[in-house]
């Protein structure tokens, strides 16, 4: 039996929702949760639970070749597509950290303006494995679905036309990143399996196959993200938080270490970051679609040129610091 949820994370069951029916209640409960936590969980999504087990199950046979092998499909040109390897990333570009204890294998668009079909097409796939990019490829389309059903459920909670999302996000920049935690190996003084951070993107899609995840609100209380199997965990980015000015919040949030009797097997995650079109200008919500919106309090840069999708996923690498 799946044990009770503690503390106050929520569970909301979509598939009325994705099946056409609108609550009020709920999207005012989406309302309140983006604006207090950030993060909720979703069950009744759709996605076939054999996929899932599949994309976990291809990803770690991909994490379980040698170094040398894994190390060939790292693209070389700065793009963040393929492989990186363990401690040699850090939840901060611009700040000297520890490097988490984590490896992970990337695929989709970059943030440089491609479409998400050329991005996967110039992908550094594994030849030892020949199922990898067909079912990864699967999992990132599937995905990609679901996250423009849950764009609806945003537009609709913040009182925005249903399809205000989806409808710029025909070519959308999203990717999706296979995380591998190991149990075992060297863990460096003061190093964590994801330090603390918030999502540069417009809001992420994950599942994970143990626990870890942790999770600031508002008011600076953290709460441990309860892991139910097969559900997926949705929290907001920090663009959502700038073209809401401010409403809704990126929480802050990471991975602690595994306890010892967590150690018996290696924590993985399948992340989806969904974003809107490069060129979408993330101009105020509140002027953008007019009628009755009033999204947030006016920030101090109201007048500035909007940035861009991408020129917000460029500029946003520093939000991966711990910021207190
Ligand atoms: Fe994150």
Known sequence: MTPPLK??????????????STDKQL?????RICSETGLFLVTGHGIDENLIDEAYAVSKEFFNLDESTKARYCKPDGSFLGYRGLHTLQASTKRKTVPDKKEVYTIGADDRGSNGKK??????WPAELPAFEGILTRYYRELNKL?????RLFAQALGLPAEFFKRR???????LVTFNFPAEGETIPGQVRFAQHRDRDLFT????NAPGLEVKDRQGRWYPVPVQPHAFTVNIGSMFTQWTEGRWTAPLHGVRNATLEETHDNRQTLTFFFNPNAEVKLSPLSVEDGDNINIGAPSDGADAEPQSVSDFLSSAWDLYRIME
């Open 7 to 20: 503390n106050d994370i929520q569970v909301i069951d979509i598939e009325p929702f994705l099946s056409g």
């Open 27 to 31: 999207l005012e409960k989406i309302d």
């Open 119 to 124: 991005a996967l097409e110039g992908q550094p």
């Open 147 to 151: 996250s423009l059903g849950l764009s």
């Open 169 to 175: 996000s025909d070519r959308s920049v999203s990717y």
């Open 205 to 208: 899609v994950l599942t994970t």
